[in-house]
T-cell receptor
Framework: SQTIHQWPATLVQPVGSPLSLECTVEGTSNPNLYWYRQAAGRGLQLLFYSVGIGQISSEVPQNLSASRPQDRQFILSSKKLLLSDSGFYLC?????????FGPGTRLTVL | AQSVSQHNHHVILSEAASLELGCNYS??????LFWYVQYPGQHLQLLLK??????LVKGIKGFEAEFIKSKFSFNLRKPSVQWSDTAEYFC?????????????FGAGTRLAVHP
C-alpha cells in the first residue's frame, strides 16, 4: 500500500532563515505530487504541483519554491522566510483524480 | 476561477442528531467532487467522492453526499452522528482543465458532536 511521509512534523524558524520541507511517497511510481498550505478558516490552498521529475507548476506567487529531485520526493523551500509563511503545510500525491495527504508540517516563523 | 463555498463554518450537534453540511461550487463544466475529513490529530482523509453516475454517493462511516448539478451543490449528510464524528470537513472540486491537478477546497466546517 502507498504511504506518504513528511518531515519535520513541526518547525519554528526565525524570519529571514531558509526553509526545507521534505515529502516522500512509498508504494507507487510516477505519482503527481502537491504542496498545499492550510490556513485557519480558509481551507487548503494549492501552492505547487509536479507531474514528473524536475517538472514544477506554481499556483500562487510567493516566497516559496518547490523541487522534485527524485520520482517520489518533493521538497518545499524558501531562501528567506517571512512571518506570513507561517502555517500548516501538506503534501499530497495522486495517480488519477483522487489526492491523498500526508501528516503535514506545522511551520511557525517568529 | 473555480471556487467552493461551505456555508457553515461551525456546527454543534448532539449525538444521534442528523447532519447536513452544505457545499456549493462555481464551475459550469465537468467536475469531480470530494469530501475530506480531518479528525483531531490525524491526516486529512478522503470521505467520499463523485466522478459520474448515480448522484447519491456513499462513503465511509455512514456518510453520503448528493450531487445536484442544477444547484451546483454536493451536500454531505449523515442520519445519526456520533461523538467520534467530531472533526473538520472539507468539500473540494477538480476538473479536467489542469489535468485534475487543481483541487479547490472550501474553507471547511468544524463539527463538534456532544454526547
Amino acid at each position: 500500500s502507498q504511504t506518504i511521509h513528511q518531515w519535520p512534523a513541526t518547525l519554528v524558524q526565525p524570519v529571514g532563515s531558509p526553509l526545507s520541507l521534505e515529502c516522500t511517497v512509498e508504494g507507487t511510481s510516477n505519482p503527481n505530487l502537491y504542496w498545499y498550505r492550510q490556513a485557519a478558516g480558509r481551507g487548503l490552498q494549492l501552492l505547487f504541483y509536479s507531474v514528473g521529475i524536475g517538472q514544477i507548476s506554481s499556483e500562487v506567487p510567493q516566497n516559496l519554491s518547490a523541487s522534485r529531485p527524485q520520482d517520489r520526493q518533493f521538497i518545499l523551500s524558501s531562501k528567506k522566510l517571512l512571518l506570513s509563511d507561517s502555517g500548516f503545510y501538506l503534501c499530497a500525491w495522486s495517480e488519477r483524480r483522487e489526492q491523498y495527504f500526508g501528516p503535514g508540517t506545522r511551520l511557525t516563523v517568529l | 476561477a473555480q471556487s467552493v463555498s461551505q456555508h457553515n463554518h461551525h456546527v454543534i450537534l448532539s449525538e444521534a442528531a442528523s447532519l447536513e453540511l452544505g457545499c456549493n461550487y462555481s464551475y459550469g463544466g465537468t467536475v469531480n467532487l470530494f469530501w475530506y475529513v480531518q479528525y483531531p490529530g490525524q491526516h486529512l482523509q478522503l470521505l467520499l467522492k463523485y466522478f459520474s453516475g448515480d448522484p447519491l454517493v456513499k462513503g465511509i462511516k455512514g456518510f453520503e453526499a448528493e450531487f445536484i448539478k442544477s444547484k451546483f451543490s454536493f451536500n454531505l449528510r449523515k442520519p445519526s452522528v456520533q461523538w467520534s464524528d467530531t472533526a473538520e470537513y472539507f468539500c473540494a472540486v477538480n476538473s479536467p482543465s489542469g489535468g485534475y491537478n487543481k483541487l479547490i477546497f472550501g474553507a471547511g466546517t468544524r463539527l463538534a458532536v456532544h454526547p
